[in-house]
């Protein structure tokens, strides 16, 4: 069903426009002030804005507060921390990450990291 | 009925214990790692199979025969439907190949289950705080420590530390690039997880230990090879190194007795045997061939 991949990945997508903007802005912002931000370079339903944000919130990924009668919305967690998350998973040595990302180098030793300096040192030719 | 045992007896023993020895120390392997692949493999199919074939020659009795193996030349030689044996026998093959093939296939759809969790994670999060450069097609994230990995699954995708690019040098990126790349298009995340998934169901065997070890180092290899179409070996073995070096550098947990330090080797020697591959399928075949004498007085008994 490329259909319903297609409209989850869209989904994805502003579920990071959103996160994006209220990092940039680093202040709470209402479903409104995202809507009009993203309307400037293309058009998104308010409704569709505001189930997304709805998502984010029951994920986590967001806090939020009642202003009157709308929502204000703001990251539960800086994207530096957010950041630190996805590279513990990335470099760490559990089950999980040996087989679920594929490294182009594994964490060595300091050892191992001079006899690879060594080895590279013996045969780089002269140039 | 017990000398009907040998044969399947012979094979899962040479597969799980004997075998894997040998392959691992081969010397062509490294230089035909796809090839090499192809015979841990191989490995794992022939235990699995034997260890079936056994069971069954075990509760044939049950069913009114004697002779697993002839009763397969029968299954897949008889012309009339009245030599054909009957279907319980059928049944009783087919049901101990299943249960010797029950335990791995169960371990690798766990591993599956497992890995498509962390990799979904690691999506969802991927999405969140990375940002997609077309010119080196990755996903880049800010972060200092240089990484350079990729995540396969549904929607694959290469991803590269800002610490990296800033690391290496345009062509070491390319390289490295590369060889996520080969990875990507080779599945090897399939290969990856059966190897692990086997390799820990059989732990306790030669087999199993081997070529939990040897499966991944050898994709890595593959991978190696593939990325060399896009740049040098000396490129390619300094892009690992200032990669191993930088996350070093920045304490990150390590490991000693690493894979990286074989590899390296691997690209920088200039002892490379030539023609690895046809090496490595000639001696395969000799094996094989060493083992039809056993076949031969199995069925003759």
Redesign the interface.
Known sequence: MPQK?DSV?RL??L??EI?DRLWRWDRPATVRDVVDDINRTRTVAYTTVMTVADILHRKG?LRRQKNGRAWVYEPAHS??E??????Q?????T???????????????????E???A??RS???PD | MFHHLVLPLGIALGSALLAPGLLARARWAPHAPRLAIAGWLTLAVLMTAAVGLGLAQLLLPLAGAHDTMALIVACTTAEDDAAQPNGRLYLLLGASLAAAALWPVQALAREHRRTRRARMRHADLLRLVGRRSAPLGAVVIEHAVPTVYCLPGRSPQIVVSSGAVRTLSRRQLDVALAHERAHLRGRHHWLSAAAHAFGTSFRWLPLGRHLRREVPLLLEMAADDRALRHGSRQALAAALYEMAAGQVDRGTLSLSGSSTVVRVRRLLTTERPRRAAAHGALTMLAYCLAAVPLLVTCCAL
């Open positions: 991949g990945r994805g997508e579920e990071a996160m990924l994207r530096e957010y950041t630190a998350a996805l590279m998973e990335a470099l760490g040595h089950e999980d990450r040996r087989t679920a990302l594929l490294h182009f180098v594994e964490c060595m030793s300091p050892e191992d990291v006899a690879l300096n080895a590279l045969t780089r030719q």
